[in-house]
């Protein structure tokens, strides 16, 4: 009962941080404004980004394959782990990190996998994830240093002038921040394993898991695979970004760099503990847009045009995957009877 209390307050907490930020970033909008905006669109490149992103989701799946047969499970269908995958995206719109939960129990369904082993899997594949994020965040601080410290200057610099330091330190001060994020972010994923034992044993058995995590990455069959999957799976992720710019005549004209931006600010809108990136990617994508020079109410648009069309497509596929297991798992059961 305690637990199930505590589940709910954590629900509870995400979801009206959720819909503050929602709120915070249109409250001021109206209607008619917002469906002259969508009337601007091009969903030509709409239709192109939400293609790229469907590969990037079949590419992770296959990837996922490859760690799985480490476990010992070889020959398993891409189609089946894809459909699983879209169903653990869909389940994370509802319930933030339960989807990692809820496509291991897909495949324990539909292939037998065991949850533990597919568990291990998930978490070597988010600290690939959370690597390659943190590479692409030094890459972007490299690259558009000037526009990040005006973007961290200008929104929450200005608060902290009393401390008397230069817009350099606090940059610095925000890289920390950035890398103790992190270790939170790895500390929430694998918060109930932890709660379940003593501080010692907590740390000891969050290093281990980290460590076993990367291990079984470096003694993949197939390594090379999986390092190209994986940088697939990030330019696909940048591209989908990309593209999205020439969608609204407000963001046509912004370079590479930009949606290098995007996609690093988007990563970490994403990683946050809210449902489905609701209000932090809106307002963390808007926000980095202001420093190109993009109107306010221009960027959180088009932050709003890139999570509304990839949450309908997670809606759409992840619905029609979970129809399909579901009517796959019918047929097995009547077959099985069949066979009594």
């Known amino acids: 009962m305690r637990r199930q209390l505590t589940s709910f307050v954590k629900y509870s907490i995400s979801l009206l941080v959720a819909v503050g930020l929602m709120y915070y970033v249109f409250h001021d909008w109206q209607f008619d404004d917002l469906l002259a905006r969508f009337g601007q669109v091009n969903f030509w490149w709409v239709g192109l980004s939400v293609a790229l992103s469907l590969v990037s989701h079949w590419l992770r799946a296959w990837r996922w394959n490859l760690l799985l047969e480490y476990t010992g499970y070889h020959g398993l269908s891409t189609w089946r782990t894809f459909k699983a995958v879209m169903i653990g995206y ?116 969050f290093i281990r898991e980290m460590y076993d995590g990367f291990v079984s990455v470096l003694h993949l069959q197939r390594k090379a695979g999986f390092w190209l999957a994986t940088v697939g799976i990030w330019v696909l992720y940048y591209l989908m970004a990309f593209v999205m710019f020439y969608s609204v005549p407000a963001t046509a004209h912004l370079g590479p760099s930009a949606g290098l931006a995007i996609l690093i600010m988007g990563g970490l809108a994403m990683s946050a503990p809210v449902q489905g990136g609701f209000g932090t990617y809106h307002l963390f994508v808007g926000a980095i847009l202001i420093t190109y020079g993009i109107a306010e109410k221009d960027g959180y648009f088009f932050a709003t045009l890139v999570h509304l069309s990839q949450t309908v497509t997670v809606v759409v596929v992840g619905a029609v995957s979970m129809l399909l297991t579901r009517l796959t798992d019918e047929k097995k059961d009547e077959n099985n009877l069949n066979k009594k």
């Not at 600290?127 to 990040?148: H, M, N, P, S, T």
């Not at 940059?171 to 921040?177: A, E, I, W």
């Not at 994923?189 to 932890?194: M, Q, T, Y």
Request: with cysteine; net charge positive.
């Open 90 to 205: 869909l389940v994370n719109l509802a319930a933030p990190r339960l989807g990692e939960i809820s496509r291991c129990g897909v495949l324990k369904r539909t292939d037998n996998v065991n949850m533990s082993a597919s568990m291990g899997t998930v978490v070597a594949e988010r600290l690939v994830d959370i690597l390659g994020l943190g590479l692409l965040i030094l890459l972007a601080f490299i690259i558009e240093f000037e526009r990040i410290s005006a973007f961290f200057n200008k929104f929450f610099y200005s608060r902290y002038e009393a401390w008397h330091i230069t817009p350099g330190q606090f940059t610095l001060l925000v890289v920390f921040g950035l890398i103790l994020a992190v270790m939170l972010v790895l500390i929430w994923w694998f918060r109930e394993r932890l709660q379940r034992k003593p501080l010692y044993f907590k740390i000891r058995s």
